[in-house]
């Protein structure tokens, strides 16, 4: 018979079956009465004759084969009608159960969009990043970019590599499509996109003629600046805009699918964490580079390399390449890839993965205390599961029926969950910090799908494993002895709820020792002398991009508008400088003393050059350590004022005062020390203090400023001043929202913050799913010892006494739990050390602290259900006997 009419006509077909016996029977009895016996004889016989009707009915029935179709029907029914009897156990199951669903659900999107998932680019395990590797001997850490002479050589003669592309960030001004407004931008070479493997969707790419110069007047937008400037007007493609005061022809749109890494995504020293808006050919990149280095190591190289050639084959032959290049310039550098994808997740990749795991913790604790409420639910139903067995049921129909309830009560759990995890991952996309990698590849796809899947089936199996098979376990003749109030639990019988309990602690000191961890490093990175003042200052970015913004006209524009500025009602000294502390470093080159030998490469250093007006100390609060600040008599002369760390470095136990410094390799002149001046952090607050070197902003007037203004009261108070000033010195400057310095330190903090708040968040609540735990397995157990401590009152045993026994009941598990805790924790902080700053993995009060904290309310769990043993009626108690 083939199933589906079964499954269409169960009752018609237990009916024909009906029939089907009856007339056998009837056949059957007919015959003996033709040969002589009786009616009521005949009938009698052919019924012994065929046996048992319903065994009959179940064998055919098992022989259509939807039987297990049916019974798991029946199960699952009867799991809903369980649920409904315990209503309040039941949406405190759900619900515990839907937040833990949907917090790692969450967590894996996160963890699958940034790191699982590849790039959205053509084969993108074949791109990689070109960087420059200095000596092993040399006192310089990490990797830098590469010189504009590399892609040169690379790309007419690496057999290695498919495609050699290069980039370098800029900021560009649009004028004439609304507010004049700054854009970041990417100047690249005329094959970048190509490298990538994406292509506009409107327009074209570059050219390979773009490459050369008197071909630079082209512009690619990206789709949202074309919908947010230009409408999304499909006529765009051809039409002359205004950048940086020149016409520029757009000739194509990216499509929106086209996500860019951004800042040290790229690799150290890129720029600004900004996602480009619009791409130029980099004409500069080439002038000259075919017989000289061009732009120092100033620029990225994205390399595509052929199918099949092996990383270490083409580093070999960019290094082999160079060799004339670095014996010209006697250098000792090397050239190394680093996979795009591992570039761009290198600052995530720990702290997400450490994320989830918080996550797996907590939804395991929660399976565990769903699991526990299992439990005491299927401790009252023994006599049940006796009956059962009594009747025919087997040890693993009464297993199976119990995890088809946990199946039910975690399929509830995990549909809320999804839910929940929809609208939370929205919710995270839009609270992360900025500097989280791929965060607008985010999305639940059929990966986040399968894996909730996955963590369903695990949670139901895991709160309904042990359940099972306790009631699996349960001894007939014992349970049907036994009434349903009189029965009592014996201790061993709680052996196992107190092994969960200690699963829990030990779970819960895990995650207070990681948040504990993570908030002492937070607290600490926050103290560290930042070498600046904070409260009351603004900044206002200005860019001068335009050909109108000469040498001379720089250097008078900068001035004027620092007076104007300086004389707003609130503003007590006004300044400006290149680069602002915590944005990253800036004009970084060696640094020397030309009055000294050379100094050998293995204690060579970095310095970071600064080009500021005379205030910017005094409206910063950075201090001055020795000899002057810069002043307006050192217009035009070679002077500097360098960092505390610089003067060491170049002159240890010497005054620093009238001696000579400049960078190595750099056009600047020899510039003569006029003061010594504080460390300030230049890349963030984690970041050890560079080598500072500050010149007079009359020699350089760098194309992008930051106004820097010292207020008496809320700095916010002055931001519309500081606009008016501006735009009448340009009405087509473009001019940004101004900052605070607090808002620049919380932006540069808030990565750390937003793991250490996740962390925190997750540790606590493990700490009270625990104390949840904890207090219920002591008064499961004060109810079930509920005659034995009646006996005990009745004999005269004090309150202390019986408190005393209960707390040493409910903290057993607990201290065995601290102690596995304890012992995890350690490894998980070693295995976290580089998240951690200034503080040990194994820092004693961050433990000490987690392990009071756990104690305090473990033993305020056990307190509760103890102070209630002491208050039992002894007459009451023996009743319940």
């Given at each position: ?16 079956l ?20 009786l ?9 012994r004759?065929?046996?048992?009707e ?23 029914k ?30 894996f999107s996160?963890?699958n ?15 990689y ?41 800029q ?23 190509q ?38 007007d ?8 205004q ?7 757009v ?29 130029r ?31 270490a084959?083409?580093?070999?032959e ?25 570039q ?13 795991g ?14 526990n ?7 009252g ?21 119990v ?6 009560l ?50 139901a ?12 376990r ?18 061993g019988?709680?052996?196992v709820?107190e ?30 002398d ?31 508008t ?19 502390p ?16 050379a100094r ?36 035009g ?28 390799g ?12 504080g ?15 500050y ?35 340009d009405?087509?400057?473009?001019i ?52 034995e ?14 408190m005393?026994?209960?707390l ?17 924790g350690?490894?998980v ?43 039992i ?9």
């Amino acid at each position: 018979m083939r199933p589906w009419p079964r499954l269409r006509r169960p009752r018609r077909l237990d009916e024909e079956l009906d029939e089907e016996i009856r007339a056998h029977l009837r056949m059957a009895a007919q015959d003996r009465i033709d040969r002589g016996e009786l009616r009521a004889e005949a009938e009698r016989n052919a019924r012994r004759e065929l046996g048992n009707e319903a065994l009959i009915k179940e064998v055919t029935r098992d022989m259509w084969g939807w039987t297990t179709v049916e019974r798991l029907v029946q199960d699952l029914k009867y799991a809903l009608r369980q649920m409904r009897r315990s209503p309040g156990f039941s949406i405190v199951a759900v619900l515990t159960l839907a937040l833990g669903l949907a917090a790692i659900t969450v967590m894996f999107s996160i963890v699958n969009g940034v790191l699982l998932e590849p790039l959205k680019y053509r084969d993108p395990g074949r791109l990689y990043l070109a960087r420059t590797v200095p000596p092993a001997r040399a006192n310089l850490a990490g990797n830098f970019p590469v010189n504009a002479r590399h892609y040169m050589e690379w790309r007419h003669h690496c057999l290695s590599c498919e495609s050699v592309s290069l980039i370098q960030f800029q900021d560009l001004t649009l004028v004439g499509a609304g507010r004049p407004a700054k854009l970041p931008a990417l100047d690249v070479s005329f094959n970048f996109f190509q490298t990538l493997g994406v292509q506009p969707s409107l327009g074209r790419d570059f050219l390979p003629e773009n490459d050369t110069p008197g071909h630079f007047g082209e512009v690619i937008l990206t789709d949202a600046l074309w919908r947010s400037r230009f409408a999304g007007d499909p006529a765009i493609i051809g039409r002359k805009i205004q950048i940086n005061g020149e016409p520029h022809t757009v000739v194509g749109v990216m499509p929106p699918e086209l996500h860019l890494p951004k800042g040290d995504e790229w690799g150290a020293y890129f720029g600004p964490a900004a996602v480009p808006l619009i791409f130029r050919p980099g004409v500069a990149f080439f002038q000259g580079s075919q017989g000289r280095a061009v732009g120092n190591l100033n620029y990225t190289s994205v390399i595509r390399l052929k199918p099949g050639v092996p990383v270490a084959q083409a580093i070999a032959e960019l290094n082999a390449l160079l060799a004339d290049f670095v014996r010209q310039f006697n250098l000792e550098t090397k050239t190394t890839l680093i996979p795009l994808q591992e570039q761009v997740t290198r600052n995530a990749r720990s702290s997400l993965w450490l994320l989830l795991g918080t996550v797996g913790a907590v939804l395991l604790i929660v399976c565990v205390n769903v699991g526990n409420l299992m439990i005491v639910r299927t401790t009252g139903r023994y006599r049940e599961a006796a009956v059962r067995m009594a009747l025919g049921a087997s040890r693993g129909q009464l297993f199976g029926l119990v995890l088809k309830e946990a199946l039910v009560l975690v399929a509830a759990g995990g549909a809320a969950g999804l839910a929940l995890a929809y609208a939370g991952l929205r919710v995270f996309v839009a609270s992360a910090p900025i500097g989280l990698p791929r965060l607008e590849e985010v999305q639940m796809d059929w990966r986040v799908l399968a894996f909730a899947g996955l963590a369903i089936a695990f949670c139901a199996v895991a709160c309904g494993l042990v359940p099972a098979w306790r009631l699996a376990r349960v001894q007939v003749q014992d349970s049907l002895k036994a009434g349903a109030a009189t029965s009592t639990e014996a201790g061993g019988k709680l052996r196992v709820r107190e092994i969960m309990v200690s699963l829990e602690v030990a779970l819960s000191a895990v995650l207070l020792i990681v948040g504990g961890l993570l908030m002492l490093s937070f607290f600490r990175v926050m103290r560290v002398d930042k070498g600046f003042e904070v409260a009351h200052i603004i900044t206002q970015d200005v860019s001068y991009l335009s050909p109108k913004y000469a040498h001379s006209v720089r250097r008078s524009i900068i001035a004027e508008t620092v007076a104007k500025l300086a004389q707003l009602p609130g503003v007590q000294v006004a300044a400006a400088i290149n680069r602002l502390p915590l944005l990253g470093d800036d004009w970084v080159s060696g640094l020397e003393d030309p009055d000294q030998p050379a100094r050998p490469m293995e204690s060579a250093a970095l310095a970071n050059f600064r080009f500021a007006t005379p205030d910017y100390w005094k409206a910063m609060g950075i201090p001055l350590k020795m000899g002057r600040f810069l002043d307006e008599s050192d217009k035009g002369r070679p002077t500097a004022v360098i960092s505390e760390r610089a003067a060491r470095y170049l002159w240890p136990n010497q005054s620093p005062i009238g001696k000579h410094v400049r960078g190595v390799g750099q056009p600047s002149p020899t510039l003569e020390v006029m003061g010594v001046v504080g460390e300030v952090r230049a890349s963030g607050l984690e970041h050890n203090p560079p080598m500072m070197v500050y010149e007079h902003y009359w020699r350089m007037q760098p194309v992008g400023m930051s106004f820097v203004l010292r207020t008496q009261s809320s700095p916010l108070a002055v931001a519309g001043a500081i606009r008016s000033v501006l735009a009448s010195a340009d009405p087509e400057m473009a001019i940004p929202q101004p900052t605070t310095m607090e808002q620049i330190l919380e932006e540069s903090v808030a990565a750390r913050k937003f793991q250490m708040d996740l962390a925190v968040g997750f540790a606590a609540a493990a700490l009270l799913l625990a104390s949840l735990g904890i207090y219920g397995v002591i008064s499961f157990a004060v109810a079930r010892r509920t005659p034995e401590i009646g006996i005990r009152i009745a004999l005269g045993a004090p309150g202390r006494q019986l408190m005393a026994m209960v707390l040493r009941q409910g903290m057993r598990p607990v201290l065995i739990g601290l102690a596995a805790g304890v012992a995890c924790g350690l490894l998980v902080s070693r295995a976290m050390a580089s998240q951690l700053f200034g503080v040990a993995p194994w820092d004693p009060v961050t433990i000490c602290g987690a392990a009071a904290m756990l104690l305090t309310v473990a033993a305020s769990a056990c307190w509760i259900p103890a102070r209630r043993a002491t208050r039992i009626d002894p007459l009451t108690a023996l009743r319940f006997e």
